[in-house]
């Protein structure tokens, strides 16, 4: 608009000055009137500078959802450590602190995630259209056809409340008295194949960011820190699943016990803590922990988990960068095996 009023301005001033001339005006008052109302005419009536602030407000706010992005996949994981264990009641709860907490910023990042996926729709078509050159492959038109709508059907898988629907289902499996490890398995992969979508988006953001900066070399120490950060990403996800398959297996072994023993289905008891329920001591003979015992029950890599007690206490904190601190050991682990041995 600034620029319009001055282009206004502008020719009006010139205006002016072709009628100044033909005025009978003394030499020094006349040439200090027309170097007033000299000014530069903007180019093409102010579109370049606006483009260009367009092209910078698109830059910025490609950042500011890649950020998005990435919290959204970090705050995921907090889901994962909302199972609590009672080992001296045999029953699971829920943290419904960590509960609420987690489920409140998810919903501020699914706030942010529609907003992108409004701006696709009105942006993304355009981008999509086949190109007009007829020489042009078929396969590449059609891809340019189909391109806007697999970034709309990732956009849709990113924003599925899958942890806020899985994991409560999947506590409520774990609590019941009958298990069905059928049933658990596909809410796992469930939970793993939303991190699927979630990366890819990631990852296409980043793309477009790059594509729509001028100075590459200045997103050069973004990129960096970005890398460096989906290293720790990995680590803290590998270790939030660890924490929750650790539980799964604690009570797939209280399962077990049960379907061994007659005292569970007299007494009618069940893992939930929030519900009344027998006396479940004699699990502790067949599911030992500390020490525990291959022999009646093996808990593999998940054994370091239920010995540490992170799984029954209340401290998220403690539960977070321990399992944070395993994560990142093991994938160092996994990489000096795979790069570094021959």
């Not at 205006?15 to 008052?29: D, M, N, Y």
Request: glycine share 4%.
């Amino acid at each position: 608009m600034l620029q319009f009023l001055q282009g206004l301005l502008c020719n009006l001033g010139s205006v002016a000055r072709q009628e100044l001339i033909l005025l009978p005006t003394s030499g020094s008052s006349s040439t200090n009137n027309n170097q007033d109302l000299e000014c530069p005419i903007p180019e093409n009536g102010g579109v370049d500078a606006m483009n260009q602030r367009t092209k910078k407000c698109i830059c910025i706010l490609r950042s500011i959802f890649v950020l998005v992005c990435v919290f959204s996949v970090l705050l995921d994981p907090l889901f994962f450590y909302l199972p609590l264990i009672n080992e001296s009641k045999k029953c699971i709860g829920i943290d419904k602190t960590l509960w609420t907490t987690a489920l409140a910023l998810r919903s501020v990042t699914d706030f942010f995630y529609l907003l992108h996926i409004c701006f696709q729709i009105r942006t993304c078509y355009k981008e999509g259209k086949p190109p007009k050159d007829e020489n042009a492959g078929a396969c590449r038109r059609a891809w340019r056809c189909f391109w806007p709508y697999f970034l709309f059907l990732i956009d849709i898988l990113a924003i599925l409340p899958v942890p806020q629907v899985v994991i409560p289902i999947t506590v409520s499996e774990m609590r019941s008295k009958k298990r069905s490890s059928n049933k658990v398995k596909f809410l796992n992969s469930a939970l793993l194949f939303q991190y699927g979508p979630r990366i890819l988006q990631i990852y296409m953001s980043w793309k477009k960011l790059i594509r729509s900066a001028e100075h590459v070399d200045r997103t050069l120490w973004v990129k960096a820190i970005l890398n460096f950060f989906l290293y720790i990403l990995a680590g803290h996800v590998l270790g939030a699943f660890w924490y929750f398959f650790s539980a799964q297996r604690l009570a797939a072994c209280w399962h077990i016990a049960c379907q061994n023993h007659n005292g569970c289905v007299q007494l009618q008891s069940s893992f939930n803590c929030d519900h009344s329920f027998g006396n479940l001591s004699f699990i502790s003979d067949i599911c030992p922990i500390n020490p525990p015992n291959s022999t009646t029950f093996d808990f593999g890599i998940f054994g370091e988990s239920l010995q540490s007690g992170t799984l029954e206490s209340e401290d998220f904190p403690q539960k977070l960068f321990f399992s944070f601190w395993w994560g990142m050991r093991n994938l160092w682990l996994a990489h000096f095996i795979l790069f570094i041995t021959p």
